[in-house]
């Protein structure tokens, strides 16, 4: 018999339920409430400001304690009133129901009491908007939803949602977007003039709504190459090894590079950009292209220095001033100037080419030491220094060695060039090698 009344208690406590919060077909959140505000339950009629979820569930939590303790006390008097009937069996089921009555209204005050002791939070919850979660998404200025890395089609994107926005803590590497005018990442006939680069900071947004199509990667150190001038157009990935070819659709169109350092980790790059095909031979190039010491948040755009570039030698440079890189470099007065010649020498320690890479060496005070060099004076006298006599270069460990004649000429080298003479760089300037660039690199 208990337990079958627990049952119609159950049913009817369940279409109570359904009454209040879905009564006459209409929406829980469109109906209107009873006003409870007397007994401590939140207005959920109120229009302005709206009821939050959490004033939704204030007030049937407690409509659900009142209704618990209403139910109770009619239970209660049920019990009672059947105390009358003069059956045994039914004036023990009476009693059971009044004691039953009796520890539920207890147990439900009891349990009311405890959690207002232990937080309040938990009879009158209040919803906090959740901090944003690191990552890029597209936004419609209200609302978030995740962006994905590459767009092939932007019609497929949600409606709105036309806006990149970057969310990271300020230790976040930026990111590069691609925007392309036409769907498929195409700039129309091949010709990606039309691309537009930008670079987004924690925090930032771009519009995308005037391209057909994007795609983006995190930002990374190394050396960027640009279509145009400003650092704006199309660009390439970081490149961090040097090319004796560089890739379409940078050859012999490169206008700008972008060079991105990590001087929180030691990393810092640089590029020494060729007009001729591969880094053996010598011709026009650019002076060494670097950014100091920036941060990775802070580069900014460097002229390609000569008007097509076609290879490019890529260095990482080591600004530790000791022998990590090796011994240092010497210049010789003598083709095969270490191997037994009697040439005079010219030495750069470790110490010495770390303290200062981008001040060139001029030839012309590279004065030759000869002790213990056994060569008359008059030889001494015509071989003075590197600009008279440039022999032989030794490259005692991870170094480039830039040799400039004029003002864009150049020849590089990673390895011990054993005879200049037979190097193009000599013929080219007239046997005149007018200042070299000594850089460590690792």
Known sequence: ???????????????IIIFLLFGSGVHALEIKYPDLTSVGLPDLNSTSPPPSLAQYA???????????????????????????????EAHNDAKDRM???????????????????????????????????????????????????????????????????????????????????????????????????????CGEEEDISGFASFKMIPESTGVYYYLDSGCTGYASYANINSQDIIANPFYGRMQGVKIINDPTN??????????IIGLKNGGECSLPITQGGDSMASATCNLAGISS???????????????????????????FGWNGAKAGFYELTAINVANDPFTPEMSDVMEFDYEHVNQPIGYQDLCENFDDCPGSIRIKGSYLVALYSGLSYCQTFTKDVENLNTEQIIAAGGTVVDYIYSIPTK
């Not at 939590?61 to 059956?87: R, T």
């Not at 949602?161 to 976040?172: E, L, Q, S």
């Not at 030691?266 to 007009?275: F, P």
């Open 1 to 15: 018999m208990i337990k079958k009344n627990k049952t119609k208690y159950l049913l009817f406590l369940t279409f």
């Open 58 to 88: 204030a007030y049937i939590f407690g409509l659900l304690v009142y209704v618990a303790g209403a139910l109770a006390l009619i239970s209660f008097a049920i019990g009672a009133v059947s105390l009358i009937n003069p059956n045994i």
């Open 99 to 201: 004691k039953g009555a009796v520890l539920g209204l207890v147990l439900t005050v009891v349990s009311f009491i405890i959690l207002q002791t232990i937080n309040p939070v938990f009879v009158s919850p209040n919803l906090n908007k959740l901090p944003g979660v690191a990552g890029v998404y597209l936004t419609n200025g209200s609302e978030d939803k995740p962006c994905p890395l590459e767009s092939s089609d932007n019609s497929t994107l949600p409606a709105g949602f036309n806006r990149i926005k970057y969310v990271c803590d300020t230790t976040g590497p930026n990111i590069l977007i691609w925007e392309f005018p036409l769907a498929g990442l195409e700039g129309g006939n091949g010709d990606l003039s039309a691309v537009k680069t930008v670079e987004k900071k």
């Open 266 to 275: 030691n990393i810092e790059y640089g590029a020494i950009l060729h007009k």
């Open 309 to 335: 570039a076609s290879a490019a030698d890529i260095f990482k440079l080591n600004k530790v001033p000791d022998s990590s890189s090796g011994d240092g470099i010497t210049f010789y007065s003598e083709p």
